[in-house]
């Protein structure tokens, strides 16, 4: 069982550094006060096609890593409490 600990508590280290690593790659996305009064509600083809730029991709590998993150945050707490 001493074992399972380590490796998970590497695989967790892992996953965060990661998750800083990447988070702290992203550009901000904050409009300022214009943005709320206004809205940004445009429909040109960046925006259709954010998923696909590297914005959208390190948008999607945090949420990605986010949830491993807090999986593994469970699974080290129920090992630990046995």
């Known amino acids: 069982m001493e074992v399972v600990k380590y490796v998970l508590i590497a695989i967790y280290a ?6 800083i690593a ?9 409009s300022g ?7 940004s509600t445009t ?4 925006e259709k096609n954010k998923g ?3 914005e ?16 593994l945050t469970i699974i080290l707490s129920i090992v630990y409490a046995m």
Do not use: H, P
């Open 14 to 19: 892992v996953v965060c550094v990661a998750l």
């Open 22 to 30: 990447i988070a702290m790659m992203q550009s901000s996305e904050d």
């Open 33 to 39: 006060a214009s943005g709320t009064i206004m809205g």
């Open 43 to 46: 429909s040109n083809f960046y």
């Open 52 to 54: 696909r730029t590297r």
């Open 56 to 71: 959208g991709k390190l948008k999607k590998w945090t949420i990605i890593l986010g949830i491993v993150f807090a999986v």
